[in-house]
C-alpha cells in the first residue's frame, strides 16, 4: 500500500529540484579559467586584507591555514549552465579572517583579488556567517591548481565565476566596484535562483 512512503522521493525528482533555471546537471567538474593556471608558491603565499587601499593585515600560510575552519557542503552552479551537487570544501570564513584582524565590516561590499590578476566583487552580507569561506581544501584533499588552490574564494549561492581561485587577498571598497566578468558583461550581483547572468537580467 504504502509504497510512496516506503520508497521516498527519487534522486532524479530530488537532483530536478536542486537545478536553478536554465542549468543541467554534471557529474564531472570541468575547469573554467580565463587565462592559464598561475603558478602559486606556497613559501611565498600571503594572503593581503584591505580596507580601501589600506592593507590592515597580511597572513602566511602557515598563519591562515592555523585560523578557525569552516566546512561548507553545497551545490555549485556556473554560469555556463552546469550544476554540480553536493561539493565538500573546508577553509577559513571571511568571517574568522575580520575576526583576527580585529575588522567590523567599513563598507557593505567585497572585492576578490586573486595571483592572476582576477577580480570579482561580493557583497559582504553573502559571505558572513558561514556563506563565504576562503577554501584550501575540496572533497578532503588539497584544492588542485586548476580548481584554484592553494585557495580559493567559495560562494556557492552566487554563479561560480564569484568564488575566485588562487585567491590572495580581499578588499572592502567604498561603492560596489565590478570585477573581471562583471565588466564584461556577466551580472553585478549573480543569483542562480534569479538567472542573474549578464548585465540586463532582472
Ligand atoms: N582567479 C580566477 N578565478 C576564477 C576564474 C579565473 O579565470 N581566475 N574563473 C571563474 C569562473 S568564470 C568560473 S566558472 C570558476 C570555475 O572554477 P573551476 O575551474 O574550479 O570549475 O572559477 C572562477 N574563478
Ligand atoms: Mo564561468
Known amino acids: 500500500m504504502a509504497t510512496r ?3 521516498g522521493r527519487r534522486p532524479a525528482d530530488d537532483a530536478a529540484k536542486r537545478l536553478p533555471p536554465g542549468q543541467y546537471l554534471e557529474r564531472g567538474f570541468p ?3 580565463a587565462g592559464p593556471t598561475p603558478h602559486v608558491d606556497m613559501a611565498s603565499w600571503t594572503f ?4 580601501g587601499p589600506r592593507p ?3 597572513w602566511t600560510w602557515g598563519q591562515f591555514t592555523a585560523l578557525p575552519r569552516t566546512a561548507i557542503h553545497k551545490d555549485i552552479h556556473c554560469v555556463t549552465k552546469w550544476t554540480k551537487l553536493d561539493t565538500d570544501w573546508d577553509g577559513v570564513s571571511v568571517d574568522a579572517i575580520l575576526a583576527d584582524a580585529g575588522v567590523t565590516p567599513p563598507t557593505p561590499w567585497l572585492l576578490a583579488h586573486s595571483f592572476d590578476g582576477y577580480t570579482t566583487n561580493v557583497p559582504y552580507k553573502d559571505v558572513a556567517g558561514d556563506m563565504g569561506i576562503v577554501a584550501t581544501s575540496y572533497d578532503g584533499a588539497p584544492i588542485s591548481p586548476d580548481h584554484g588552490g592553494p585557495a580559493r574564494l567559495l ?6 565565476w564569484k568564488s575566485a581561485k588562487w585567491i590572495n ?3 572592502f571598497t567604498e561603492r560596489d566596484e565590478p570585477g573581471f566578468w562583471e565588466l564584461r558583461g556577466y551580472h553585478i550581483y549573480g543569483d542562480p535562483w534569479r538567472e542573474q547572468r549578464f548585465t540586463g537580467d532582472p
Do not use: I
Open 5 to 7: 512512503g516506503f520508497f
Open 31 to 33: 575547469v573554467l579559467s
Open 48 to 51: 593581503t586584507l584591505k580596507v
Open 155 to 160: 560562494v556557492p549561492h552566487l554563479y561560480f
Open 56 to 58: 590592515v593585515k597580511k
Open 169 to 171: 587577498g580581499l578588499q
